[in-house]
């Protein structure tokens, strides 16, 4: 399974920007995908999660903020950022689990005047 990420960049604090997800393979609608992140010095974090059918869940910095979703006609899973904070900086990844997990290469996201 190849897991791409893409979206991340530079925004503003208080400002929004949504990640993209691809998974490759015929079976994208029973992964359940998640969204982690590493800022530097910082152990790698669960950001987001959602099944495969579509429960999600979220870590409590991230709550009412971040919003995960799944088009499995596109095999994409997206993560929606508003309100960005700096603390939110970080290298975001993208997992793909069914049985093992699998890891993008990870998308820059930092949030800066």
């Known amino acids: 399974v190849q897991v791409v990420e893409s979206g991340g960049g530079l925004v503003q604090p208080g400002g929004s920007l949504t990640l993209s997800c691809g998974a490759s393979?015929?079976?994208?609608?029973?992964?359940?995908m998640g969204w982690y992140r590493q800022a530097p010095g910082k152990q790698r974090e669960l950001v987001a999660r959602?099944?495969?059918?579509?429960?999600?869940n979220y870590a409590n910095s991230v709550k009412g903020r971040f919003t995960i979703s799944r088009d499995n006609a596109k095999n994409t899973v997206y993560l929606q950022m508003n309100s960005l904070k700096p603390e939110d900086t970080a290298v975001y990844y993208c997992?793909?689990?069914?049985?093992?997990?699998?890891w993008g290469q990870g998308t820059q996201v930092t949030v800066s005047s």
């Open positions: 997992t793909a689990t069914l049985g093992a997990t699998y």
């Open positions: 393979g015929s079976s994208f609608s029973i992964y359940a």
């Open positions: 959602i099944t495969s059918g579509n429960f999600t």
